[in-house]
């Protein structure tokens, strides 16, 4: 009997360095995928097609809205972010563990849908510290840093319903603690109970 | 606010490799506090009173038995083993975590008188794996061996109402494992929640 692949969701306003924290779980665990969401945001500079997500136009994103293919979508800042329920259906059904990083509008309609996922919110050391972290990365003009940081004020808050927090103070510590979840929770009682077979206890 | 020490339970069938992994966790965690049980068994080579037990007589035993000091207790193979409240409750309230290396009937008292317990079991790979385990150990004689594999057959049971389970075929990898269980537990919601104090989000 395979056992149904782990849905882990990742949550963290922006600047808080998921995406180093993420990367860094990618090289750690060869045998977790990660789930590339559709956007209709412009790519960055850097960032491909297929790879950090598949941009696609509002047009297209509302099609798909309408034909119901997003397990999750969300709208921040103007652009649309989502992830279809065959990506995360197909992953769970092959036994292997996904990782999805959305937000948490996003997570909550995941939460709804489906059971068993591992929540976990990255939270910043402080809004201050989330400030400098905008400033220093340089992507954002200065209005957009202060909106930034008054949405993860908010967004902070929803920290309160996820499993499992992490303050990303200090960057190893932190990607210690997200490896140390993932391990961990392959750990749980029922789910090693499923892997040996329960015939053997 | 203080937060009140972790408590972690650690159980596993003799043999198992259980005292390998929990000196590395020793080494990993210095902040991390191991409870020194009672025993009326006689010292091995190399075992040191206040280090690896507190030796106590059959006598002494009992009338600690009688004045209710002990959190649990528990006879296997004709010797006592115990953990005084004392020494739970001190580390909890000076917000140390604290990990109880006993069997499955003294975690079974533990999980009747405190809340919060996260409860750990490490089972061999096999019975056969045990088995080669005990021998090569050298302690026993092939009788014994005999009787720590049946008692283990029955002991392992017992996993099904831990909170994780552990499987140490290869040992870094359930070195790995134990250390991601404490790490990861330290991280849940209500802890970290608490920690950083509830009125910053």
């Known amino acids: 009997m395979r056992n149904e692949g782990l849905l882990y969701i990742v949550s963290a306003p922006s600047g808080t360095g998921k995406t ?5 779980v990618m090289d750690y665990f060869p045998d977790v995928s990660f789930s590339i969401s559709y956007t209709t945001r412009p790519p960055r500079p850097g ?26 979508w969300a709208e921040v800042l103007g652009n649309r972010y ?10 769970r059904s092959q036994g292997v563990d996904l990782i999805l ?14 059971n068993g996922g591992v929540f976990i919110f990255i939270l910043p050391p402080s809004l201050e510290a989330l400030k400098q972290r905008l400033k220093a990365r340089g992507v954002d003009e200065r209005e957009m840093i202060q909106f930034r940081v ?7 808050k929803q920290a309160r319903w996820y499993n499992y927090i992490i303050v990303n103070d200090r960057v190893e510590e932190a990607a210690e603690q997200l ?6 929770e392959r750990c749980r009682r029922e789910r090693v109970l499923k892997r040996i077979g329960l015939s053997k206890l």
């Open 20 to 24: 180093t924290l993420l990367r860094g």
């Open 101 to 114: 990083d959305i937000d948490s509008q996003g997570a909550r309609q995941i939460k709804e849908h489906f």
């Open 47 to 72: 960032e491909r097609e297929g790879e950090d997500y598949h941009f696609i136009s509002p047009q297209q994103f509302q099609q798909m809205v309408e034909k119901g293919v997003f397990a999750e």
């Open 82 to 91: 989502g992830t279809t329920l065959d990506s995360i259906r197909e992953s």
């Open 150 to 156: 008054a949405k993860a004020r908010d967004e902070m």
């Open 179 to 184: 490896k140390s979840i993932i391990i961990a």
